[in-house]
């Protein structure tokens, strides 16, 4: 078994992603894309907005256990599963719908998933993330 497996079955989860490294809430990462000009500014606004209107809210530590609803997406560890197999595909129809941002979408489809459903992700930290990729790079290197 590989040893980043230890963040599906130590949580007792089927998909696994990081936490982003700065941020944890969607309104501010919308805002931030804005302003570094990673989209166009009117297609996140339209996509925050429809977001709102189906009751997303900012993030609270009423979320708890949620600690973050902003991933950084560069390594997600999933089991193949039907459940994660459907996250995966809603949440990419999401990025298909509105922007390519798959941040702000995350916590949309992860928590409609969440609420009919007791399927759950973990979200490791980001320091665990870089670890993995460091050790990733320096392996393909050699």
């Known amino acids: 078994i590989h040893p980043n497996c230890r963040f599906l ?16 809430d969607v309104f501010v990462e919308a805002e931030a894309n804005k302003a570094a000009g990673k989209y166009d500014n009117s297609s996140i606004d339209f996509q925050i907005l429809f977001y709102k209107n189906e009751g997303l ?41 509105f922007t390519s941002r798959d941040q702000i979408s995350f916590s949309t489809v992860r928590d409609k998933i969440s609420q009919k459903t007791n399927w759950t992700v973990y979200m490791f930290l980001d320091c665990e ?7 990733v790079c320096v392996f393909f290197q050699h």
């Not at 089927?14 to 700065?22: D, E, L, M, P």
């Not at 809210?57 to 197999?85: A, F, M, W």
């Open 57 to 97: 809210q900012p993030y609270s530590l009423d979320k708890l256990p949620i600690t973050s609803d902003i991933p950084e997406g560069c390594l997600i560890i999933r089991e193949h599963v039907p459940i994660s197999n459907l996250f995966g595909c809603l949440w990419f129809n999401e990025v298909d719908r």
């Open 129 to 135: 993330r870089r670890n993995f990729v460091v050790q």
């Open 9 to 24: 079955w130590r949580q007792n989860a089927t998909f696994a992603i990081s936490r982003h490294y700065k941020r944890f």
